[in-house]
């Protein structure tokens, strides 16, 4: 633990310089108590309400293939489970959602996958497209893993506004202990490079409490946000899923998952922050504390129900019997009881240029 009046220090500047010496996060991360967690929720809280005042934005979650070529070591949808029933949503599947979402008001979808080599630059760039043109209105994420400058460049002409890349962990070893020798962080981190550098909207982010975490680890993943300055960060805590190596690890905390939000908030005080399935998933008032800690995205699912209880990165995953529409209403009366709304609109990013605004201030 550190001393209250160390750890108020620290956030302060934080909020007042947007960055930290890699050394304090780690002490604030290792020394914080349940009296700085608080402080710092409540700056974080204020700080979010100056950029986009009580507005929660929601995000229509397409979860269109369980195929992955990849086998990372926590996640259930790996190559070697052999025990998914793997599924692919058709073009017209997808669509189905977009129509489906648009009626319910959502004005961003996200199309997330395993990295399924089915889903080809051109057959992707094609659903990108037809989306592109029915809602011409609307925001496209992809939210599916890693792909050369030329792929991420055709999706862009085709459409595509943002991209979510979660780098995991800024920490090699860690990575390594994340990760098979197929993947590395050197090709994530350019990954990364190329998609902000490409135009998109980009997040990234890591999973709080993973294998091998410590909070020298998670001081390392703030200097990294803080040098690629993403316009999304998504962090959610790590849950074991039972057909992984890393079934029998124990998960992370709603309680640190939530002081990394509130960290993140004031690093970038512009972000937008989601606060997660996962989180709402390992605690029954997850999404709201971690709204209250800064956060100012939700995610609802799009995907067909019958293929939901088929996407399934960790065990216990929230909402796969709902449909989107009941779970929309659902969130809207959490939130609603938590002080803020649901907001209509694309909900882009906004540079610390354009706000705060006067309304706001
Ligand atoms: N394949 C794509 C997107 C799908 S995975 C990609 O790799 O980017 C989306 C995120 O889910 C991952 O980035 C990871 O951080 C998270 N995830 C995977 N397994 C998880 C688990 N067991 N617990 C919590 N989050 C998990």
Not at 109 to 130: C, H, N, R, S, Y
Not at 191 to 219: H, I, N, R, W
């Amino acid at each position: 633990m550190i001393s209250d009046i160390m750890g108020v220090a620290l956030i302060d500047k934080l909020e007042r310089e947007c960055v930290l010496e890699q050394g304090e996060f780690a002490k604030l991360i290792r020394g914080r108590t349940p009296k700085l967690s608080d402080y710092l929720a409540k700056r974080a809280r204020t700080i979010r309400s100056q950029y986009y005042g009580n507005d929660v934005y929601i995000r229509g979650l397409i979860e269109f293939t369980n195929y992955c070529k990849n086998d990372c070591y926590y996640c259930g949808i790996r190559r070697s489970n052999k025990n998914v029933e793997r599924y692919r949503l058709s073009k017209e599947q997808i669509l189905d959602c977009c129509r489906m979402g648009y009626d319910l008001g959502f004005r961003t979808f996200v199309l997330q996958g395993g990295e399924d080599p089915a889903f080809t630059g051109e057959k992707m760039a094609d659903i990108i497209g037809a989306i592109r043109q029915s809602y011409p209105d609307c925001a496209i994420t992809l939210s599916f893993g890693e792909h050369s400058r030329e792929i991420y460049a055709l999706w862009k002409d085709a459409g595509a506004d943002r991209y979510l890349l979660r780098h995991e962990t800024a920490d090699a070893a860690h990575y390594r202990k994340l990760h098979p020798v197929s993947l590395s962080l050197e090709n994530r981190m350019k990954c990364l490079m190329d998609l902000k550098e490409l135009g998109y909207q980009t997040g990234t982010g890591f999973m709080v409490g993973s294998p091998g975490q410590t909070a020298e680890t998670l001081a390392k993943d703030m200097a990294f946000i803080h040098s690629l300055q993403p316009q999304m960060v998504g962090v959610g805590p790590f849950i074991p899923h039972h057909e992984t190596p890393y079934a029998k690890e124990q998960g992370g905390t709603a309680e640190l998952t939530t002081f990394m939000m509130g960290l993140i908030r004031l690093m970038l005080p512009n972000a937008l922050l989601p606060s997660t399935t996962a989180l709402g998933t390992i605690d029954p008032m997850g999404r709201e504390k971690g709204i209250l800690a800064g956060g100012n995205v939700v995610m609802p699912n799009l995907s067909p129900v019958d293929v939901r209880s088929k996407y399934l990165l960790y065990d216990n995953k929230i909402c796969t019997g709902d449909e989107a529409a009941e779970c929309l209403h659902c969130l809207k009366n959490r939130l609603e009881k938590i002080g803020c709304q649901v907001a209509v609109g694309r909900g882009d990013y906004r540079s610390a240029a354009a706000q705060p605004s006067e309304s706001s201030k």
